[in-house]
């Protein structure tokens, strides 16, 4: 079968790399034409374990290709996924205009009947405006769809996850449309994927539902981390024995310094404003939001407090991205700290293994270093922010050796408080005593 993409970012690349892997012939197309280039050299413009092996794979069995050009892109299949970006509006709302700009470009050229999927995580009711636009742009004796289809795929695990995932979730308003994205995604139906089929409402609003109910798993477990150092609790054991509920599950319930990336806190903006519009105060949110804004500021409340006079004191900070595996900084907490450490004047050393090129992209001129120990060297204190391994498992004495004052501050609890404290380490982390 053929299939297009439109937006070769993150979804959009290891979606349509995965269905060239399942046998359709597919072409990705992005307006960015660097990106376009880089993919044509060979090369990937992110990182995600196990891609670079698939997109080879793929391109040399013929059936992956790459154009900066929507109307290639239009004629090449009926069926068009839209994987473009929807990042956060000036008041919190999903900026819709790369979705806007698909499907009008798409409706311009097509010359015969097309399905547009919303892959891309749009608020509920976007596909009735793509029905409209596209019906505004084409020629009036063209047939087409609006589909929705959200994606789901986590980075870092994104190809397990559009390979094996939990459940395909497709928003439907036609036969022809169901037929189509059945055929799509039959290689993995086939081997027992779930295929849920709805309305399109429910499918877009499932997405929205989904990431801010783990974004509300994540503020709740916060939310108990301050109690718990307020009574002396440890927020891991009570985790645990919380995560053990088959009701309540294991994951999602890791104190820190609060949920980051490229999809929670846009998403949670979005849910939050498109209920407000829809006449629902959803309050609940809000304060998922506010106790994951609070929860940094905390951290960086313990640092201040350790270091008393931030101005001239070296810090080093490991990990750049929003979490291990990825590349993506878009959100991470290291945009929440390292600009107020700069402001204050400390002097940074940084690590993290694949995110300093995107990072320095950001921020710029700022001190990389290839080895975590290298990084610590002279610090007066280390922020913790991602669970690497190669952070996870390092040479603690090393590290002490290395560092002029071995003080910790965990933003993501992986060492244990006992441990570190024996280690000779001054030892702050999330939620335990
Ligand atoms: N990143 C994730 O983990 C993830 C997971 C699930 C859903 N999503 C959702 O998927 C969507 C895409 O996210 P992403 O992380 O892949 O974003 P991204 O920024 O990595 O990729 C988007 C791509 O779209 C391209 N683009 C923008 N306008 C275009 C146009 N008019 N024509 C062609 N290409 C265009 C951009 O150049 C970019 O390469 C978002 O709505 C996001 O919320 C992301």
Not at 30 to 58: A, F
Not at 68 to 75: F, H, K, L, V
Request: proline content about 5%; some cysteine.
């Amino acid at each position: 079968m053929k299939i297009t993409i439109v937006g070769t970012g993150y979804v959009g690349l290891v979606s349509g790399t995965c269905f060239a892997e399942l046998g359709h012939n597919v072409l990705c197309v992005d307006n960015d034409e660097r990106k376009i280039k880089t993919l044509k050299s060979g090369k990937l413009p992110i990182y995600e374990p196990g891609l670079q092996e698939m997109v080879d794979r793929n391109v040399a069995a013929g059936r992956l290709h790459f154009t900066p050009s929507i109307e290639e892109g239009t004629d090449f299949a009926e069926v068009i996924f839209i994987a473009v970006g929807t990042p956060p509006g000036y008041r919190g709302q999903a900026n819709l205009s790369y979705v806007e700009q698909v499907g009008r470009k798409v409706a311009e050229h097509m010359t015969g009947y097309r399905l547009l999927i919303e892959k891309s995580t749009v608020p509920v009711n976007t596909a009735e405006q793509l029905k409209r636009t596209v019906a505004k742009y084409s020629r009036q004796d063209v047939a087409f769809d609006v589909a929705s289809n959200p994606e789901f795929l986590r980075e870092g695990s994104a190809i397990e996850d559009a390979m094996k995932p939990d459940r395909i979730v497709v928003g439907i308003e036609s036969e022809r449309a169901a037929k189509l994205l059945r055929e799509v995604y039959e290689p993995l139906t086939k081997k027992g994927a779930e295929l849920l089929e709805m309305n399109i409402a429910s499918a877009e609003l499932t997405k929205h539902a989904s990431n801010s109910f783990l974004a509300m798993k994540i503020s709740y477990i916060n939310a108990v981390s301050r109690v718990c150092e307020l009574a002396g609790a440890d927020v891991e054991q009570v985790a645990h024995g919380m995560g053990l509920d088959s009701r309540i599950g294991p994951r999602f319930l890791n104190a820190g310094v609060g949920y980051g990336g490229s999809c929670f806190p846009k998403d949670v903006d979005a849910f939050v404003h498109l209920s407000d519009q829809l006449g629902y105060d959803f309050q609940l949110l809000k304060e998922v939001q506010r106790v994951n804004q609070s929860q940094r500021e905390h951290v960086m409340q313990k640092i201040q407090h350790e270091l008393w006079v931030i101005q001239d004191k070296t810090v080093a900070v490991f990990g750049l991205a929003f979490k291990p595996g990825t590349d993506d900084i878009r959100e991470a907490p290291s945009l929440y700290f390292i600009p107020q450490l700069l402001e204050a004047k400390a002097r940074l050393k940084l690590w993290d293994p694949i995110a300093q090129e995107k990072f320095s992209e950001q921020i710029p001129n700022m001190d990389y270093y290839q080895d975590p120990i290298a990084c610590a060297k002279d610090a007066d204190l280390l922020l913790i922010l991602t669970e690497w391994p190669e952070v996870k498992n390092m040479d603690l004495a090393a590290l002490k050796k290395a560092m002029r004052c071995p003080v910790i501050i965990d933003g993501r609890n992986i060492f244990t408080p006992g441990e570190m404290r024996k280690q000779g380490f001054t030892y702050h982390c999330v939620g335990r005593p």
